[in-house]
C-alpha cells in the first residue's frame, strides 16, 4: 500500500505584488496506494492563515474596481475636495473610502442602481481585503492507468471532498464564543471559513496512431458557503481562462457567467470546464495542437446577487464560453514548451445574437504561454 504520513508547515511573505500579504499553512496528510493505478490523500488538517499587510491599496491594485467607483462619482458631479485628487479623480484611499461611505450611509444622493454599484464594491473590496482563516479537512481519490510518461493512452479519474470550519464553529460554539456585528464568530480575533466542497476531474488520452494523440478533459466544482460564512475565499475559489483552462480568455477574465469578467480578477464558487485537443507532430520535437475549449464560472447558493453571474439552472448553461484554437510546441525530452493561441468562438457577455464567431480575428487572439501540456 506504500503509506506514508507527512507533516509540512510553510511561512511566506509578498510584497510588491498585489495586496502585501503574510501566509501561514500547516497540513498534517497521508497517503497510500492500495493499487498500482489508485491513490488516496486524506488531509487531517489542512490550516492556512492569511493577513493582508496593506488594505488601504486595495484599489491601485484592483484598477478596473476603482475605475467603477470612480465612474459613479463623476456621473454624481462630485467636486468636494476631500474625495478628489488633483486630477478631480477619486483619491486613494482616503476619498474612495469617504465617497463609499457617504453613499451608503445616505449623505450622497444617488439613484438606486448607483448606490447598489457602489454597495457591491465596498462588498468586494471587503471581501478581498479581509484576513482569512481556514481550517479544513479533505480525501481526495486518484485513478491513474498510465503506465509511464511515454504512455499516451490513459485515462486519470480524480475527486476530492473538502470541509471546512466545522471544527471551529464547534469550538467556538462550546467556549460560547460571541458573534461580531456582521453575526459571525472569530478565533483568534479572525472570522473563520466555513464550506463544503467539491471537485471532479476526468482526463482521457487515446493514441490514434504514430505520435498522434486525442485528449479530452471535464471537470466540475462546487464550493457551497454556510454557517460562519456567506462566500468562498478568494483562494478556494474557482476561475476561468489561462494556458490550462479557457485558452481563449486569459486567467480570471473569463465570467462569471454572462458578466464579461467586469472585475480585475474574476472568481465564483461554481466551475464547469471541458477540453478537446488533438495533438500531432509537424517534424521531430516540433509538435502542433488543435483544441477547443469550454466552460465559465458561476455564483450559487452565496452572496453574490448580480443574476447574470448567478448559476440558478440548466438554462445558465447557455453562458458556457466556448474557445477554439491551435498551438506550436516543441518537446526538450523532459519539458514540453508550448504557445497556444485562442480565439472567442462563443462568448455569453456579448449580446444575442452577436455570442458566435465574432471575435475570431488576430487582434482578438489570446497568445498563451506554458510548460508542458495542459491536460
Known sequence: ???????????????????????????????????????????????????NLDPGDFFNVYNSTYNSLNAVAEDLNINNPIYLNDDND???????????RDVLNGSIATTSDQRETVRNI???????????????????WIRNTQKGIYDDDYSLFSIRVESAGNVLAGITSLVGEPTNSDGNRTAFGVEYSQYAKTEIDYIKHWQLFSNNVFAIRAFGGIAIPYGNSDNIPFTRSFFGGGPNDNRAWQAYE?????????????????????????????????????????????NVLDNEDNPDAQFKGIADLSTISVGSGFGI??????????????????????????????????????????INYPF
Open 254 to 298: 473569463l465570467g462569471p457567467g454572462s458578466t464579461g469578467g467586469i472585475n480585475d480578477f474574476n472568481e465564483a464558487n461554481m466551475k464547469l470546464a471541458f477540453n478537446g485537443e488533438y495533438r500531432f507532430t509537424i517534424n521531430g520535437s516540433f509538435k502542433g495542437a488543435l483544441f477547443v475549449d469550454a466552460g465559465n464560472i458561476w
Open 90 to 100: 477619486l483619491s486613494i484611499p482616503q476619498g474612495t473610502s469617504l465617497f463609499t
Open 1 to 51: 500500500m506504500s503509506p506514508s504520513t507527512n507533516l509540512s508547515i510553510g511561512f511566506v511573505s509578498q510584497t510588491n505584488i498585489g495586496l502585501d500579504k503574510t501566509s501561514f499553512n500547516s497540513i498534517l496528510s497521508y497517503r497510500w496506494k492500495p493499487k498500482p493505478t489508485n491513490t488516496s490523500r486524506f488531509d487531517l488538517i489542512n490550516a492556512q492563515y492569511v493577513r
Open 122 to 140: 465596498e462588498e468586494r473590496r471587503d471581501r478581498l481585503t479581509q484576513n482569512n482563516l481556514i481550517v479544513s479537512t479533505s480525501y481526495n
Open 329 to 370: 510546441r516543441y518537446d526538450f525530452g523532459f519539458f514540453v514548451l508550448r504557445l497556444d493561441t485562442g480565439f472567442k468562438t462563443f462568448n455569453p457577455a456579448l449580446e444575442e445574437g452577436r455570442r458566435w464567431f465574432k471575435e475570431i480575428k488576430i487582434p482578438k487572439a489570446v497568445f498563451n504561454v506554458g
